[in-house]
């Protein structure tokens, strides 16, 4: 069964919820969830997993995928930081010197990609 799309105008509203007070978990949530979705429609493929446990993951931007086990190219972070560094509020190579992403794989550098459009 295929993950409901959220509405831009919620799921905007959640990403400025988050980034302007202590969110609770379920703003948390739609906000991430939100951006994972962002992504994976503006860089559609299959062949870079993003995870931001325990919230969500997607795959996106085009090449070669996979079919079963651990995709071999794999970006993940925890919830804060997904936001921040989608948002434009930390940039790719900051979030990755501080150990605040995990990055592994030809493929799994997302710098070129963030902050996304996500206020549409």
Known sequence: ??????????GAEAVRRALATEPDRETTALAV???LQ???EDVPGN????????????QC??????TR???????????????ELATGGTDWAAAVAEGRVAASGARADL???LP?????
């Open 33 to 35: 969830r939100y951006l």
């Open 69 to 83: 086990g651990t995709p071999p190219n794999v970006v993940e972070t925890d919830a804060l930081t997904w936001l």
């Open 1 to 10: 069964m295929p993950t409901p799309t959220i509405p831009d105008a919620q």
């Open 47 to 58: 062949s870079v997993e993003v995870r931001v446990p325990p919230f969500g993951a997607v």
């Open 111 to 113: 710098a070129a990609l």
């Open 116 to 120: 996304l459009r996500w206020e549409r």
């Open 61 to 66: 931007v085009e090449g070669p995928g996979h």
């Open 38 to 40: 962002v992504i994976a």
